[in-house]
């Protein structure tokens, strides 16, 4: 089944026609001599790709109708510039004006942009970190979408770029690619969306994100899986920080039968600070995997990474994060913590939290944590009036809603709250007094 995936996938890859031929034709060679992996791959070790191999991607989707997509692309109360594409294409209907004006596809890109385009795309995504996905967006790679924040600029609204899949008559391939450069001293907000129509999906989503952020400057990124549990999902993100830069970001998995996201974030330059947070809620049969690396290669830098997933029903969840101190980081601060709440005796996680560390003059912290709810809090709960259901999803929201009241933007938490008691109360009168 991996032979017939990978010869679907470069079947695709070969109808590319672009101005990336020479990006396509290393992408393909690289794809072609890759191995699918199974379970004896460390990195893969929990995931089964078995649902995308098994399956039929080698179509592009036939149609691009943004009819009833508005409310799914649309967060309220966030006022952003946003930028949305169905099933790959762009989508102007949804997209506002703003957005239109101010984020750049990269076959309308003019020469200063085809020139920032060479010299950073494909240069962040490097190195052990890399892998056969995105090899294959690089093959794939038609077009894509630059946002280039200038020096200094302080860019007040919000930007979100949205990808939208809908169901199609047959199984379907979208590549999506987004280039990010924010220049010294600049600031800016970046929602990046994957969301989909209510009916079931049958769509495969392979994306890549490269984030260059410039000396002393900042980027708050809310990356949010939000698809249909059909849908599949397999998605990198890679962050080069320079000096005194910050990278703040918070990611949402809600869960597929298969949804894959690596982070990884490059410590460049000396002063510049991590601070990533997660949140991973996958349910019936649904499996989530974050794979998080950040790399410390300079002094002076710090990270503070906190992901928490709760799992229910049958789903599995694994997160394995990765902090690696390079011999030339010393005076690094680094903390990671993974804490897990199982909602059944079916549900599964494999968290692996790492400290990699060849400088002596650090300090770093890690910790993982696995727990059931606790007896005694859903006993005083229901001696106070409160049905033990109730009980059972106050708790379990409350156990991820610490990260939500910390996120810098208030309209992302309001849409997220209802959205994630929905997760745990599924009816209504459950979550009356979360959502």
Same mark, same amino acid.
């Given at each position: 089944?991996?032979?017939?995936?990978?010869?679907?996938?470069?079947?695709?890859?070969?109808?590319?026609?672009?101005?990336?031929? $020479?990006?396509?034709?290393?992408?393909?060679?690289?794809?072609?001599?890759?191995?699918?992996?199974?379970?004896?791959?460390?990195?893969?070790?929990?995931?089964?790709?078995?649902?995308?191999?098994?399956?039929?991607?080698?179509?592009?989707?036939?149609?691009?109708?943004?009819?009833?997509?508005?409310?799914?692309?649309?967060?309220?109360?966030?006022?952003?510039?946003? /930028?949305?594409?169905?099933?790959?294409?762009?989508?102007?209907?949804?997209?506002?004006?703003?957005?239109?004006?101010?984020?750049?596809?990269?076959?309308?890109?003019?020469?200063?942009?085809?020139?920032?385009?060479?010299?950073? /795309?494909?240069?962040?995504?490097?190195?052990?970190?890399?892998?056969?996905?995105?090899?294959?967006?690089?093959?794939?790679?038609?077009?894509?979408?630059?946002?280039?924040?200038?020096?200094?600029?302080?860019?007040?609204?919000?930007?979100?770029?949205?990808?939208?899949?809908?169901?199609?008559?047959?199984?379907?391939?979208?590549?999506?690619?987004?280039?990010?450069?924010?220049?010294?001293?600049?600031?800016?907000?970046?929602?990046?969306?994957?969301?989909?129509?209510?009916?079931?999906?049958?769509?495969?989503?392979?994306?890549?994100?490269?984030?260059?952020?410039?000396?002393?400057?900042?980027?708050?990124?809310?990356?949010?899986?939000?698809?249909?549990? $059909?849908?599949?999902?397999?998605?990198?993100?890679?962050?080069?920080?320079?000096?005194?830069?910050?990278?703040?970001?918070?990611?949402?998995?809600?869960?597929?039968?298969?949804?894959?996201? $690596?982070?990884?974030?490059?410590?460049?330059?000396?002063?510049?600070?991590?601070?990533?947070?997660?949140?991973?809620?996958?349910?019936?049969?649904?499996?989530?995997?974050?794979?998080?690396?950040?790399?410390?290669?300079?002094?002076?830098?710090?990270?503070?990474?906190?992901?928490?997933?709760?799992?229910? $029903?049958?789903?599995?969840?694994?997160?394995?994060?990765?902090?690696?101190?390079?011999?030339?980081?010393?005076?690094?601060?680094?903390?990671?913590?993974?804490?897990?709440?199982?909602?059944?005796?079916?549900?599964?996680?494999?968290?692996?939290?790492?400290?990699?560390?060849?400088?002596?003059?650090?300090?770093?912290?890690?910790?993982?944590?696995?727990?059931?709810?606790?007896?005694?809090?859903?006993?005083?709960?229901?001696?106070?009036?409160?049905?033990?259901?109730?009980?059972?999803?106050?708790?379990?929201?409350?156990?991820?809603?610490?990260?939500?009241?910390?996120?810098?933007?208030?309209?992302?938490?309001?849409?997220?709250?209802?959205?994630?008691?929905?997760?745990?109360?599924?009816?209504?009168?459950?979550?009356?007094?979360?959502?």
């Amino acid at each position: 089944m991996s032979e017939q995936f990978q010869a679907q996938q470069l079947a695709l890859a070969n109808q590319v026609n672009s101005s990336f031929a $020479d990006l396509n034709t290393a992408g393909r060679a690289a794809f072609e001599q890759a191995v699918i992996p199974n379970r004896k791959h460390e990195a893969w070790k929990y995931t089964s790709l078995r649902h995308l191999t098994e399956g039929v991607y080698g179509n592009v989707a036939s149609s691009h109708s943004a009819a009833g997509l508005d409310g799914v692309a649309t967060i309220p109360a966030l006022g952003s510039q946003r /930028l949305v594409f169905v099933n790959g294409v762009l989508s102007e209907e949804l997209s506002s004006n703003e957005a239109l004006e101010n984020l750049t596809l990269f076959s309308q890109a003019n020469d200063e942009q085809k020139a920032l385009i060479a010299d950073k /795309l494909d240069t962040i995504v490097a190195g052990q970190n890399r892998h056969l996905f995105n090899e294959l967006n690089n093959a794939q790679l038609i077009d894509g979408v630059l946002l280039h924040i200038g020096k200094n600029v302080q860019q007040e609204q919000a930007i979100q770029v949205s990808w939208l899949t809908t169901k199609q008559d047959d199984n379907f391939s979208v590549n999506a690619r987004l280039l990010v450069v924010v220049e010294q001293g600049a600031n800016a907000t970046l929602v990046e969306h994957y969301a989909s129509a209510d009916a079931e999906q049958n769509s495969f989503t392979n994306a890549v994100t490269e984030i260059a952020i410039g000396a002393n400057a900042k980027l708050q990124h809310y990356r949010l899986n939000m698809s249909q549990e $059909d849908a599949l999902h397999i998605g990198a993100t890679h962050v080069d920080l320079e000096r005194d830069a910050q990278y703040h970001s918070f990611h949402l998995g809600l869960g597929s039968k298969l949804t894959r996201n $690596d982070i990884v974030v490059n410590h460049n330059g000396g002063g510049s600070h991590v601070e990533m947070s997660g949140v991973y809620v996958p349910q019936n049969k649904q499996l989530v995997d974050f794979h998080t690396c950040i790399e410390h290669k300079v002094p002076r830098c710090t990270t503070n990474e906190v992901f928490r997933g709760i799992m229910n $029903d049958s789903a599995k969840a694994v997160f394995n994060g990765r902090i690696h101190i390079h011999p030339d980081a010393q005076k690094t601060l680094a903390e990671m913590s993974n804490k897990n709440l199982l909602l059944t005796n079916e549900a599964e996680i494999n968290t692996k939290p790492e400290l990699e560390i060849y400088a002596d003059d650090v300090q770093c912290a890690h910790g993982a944590t696995v727990a059931q709810l606790e007896e005694k809090a859903l006993f005083y709960m229901q001696s106070r009036g409160i049905s033990k259901r109730e009980a059972e999803v106050m708790l379990s929201f409350g156990f991820i809603n610490e990260l939500l009241e910390a996120l810098p933007d208030e309209a992302i938490g309001n849409y997220l709250r209802p959205i994630l008691a929905h997760r745990f109360g599924r009816e209504q009168s459950l979550t009356r007094h979360i959502a």
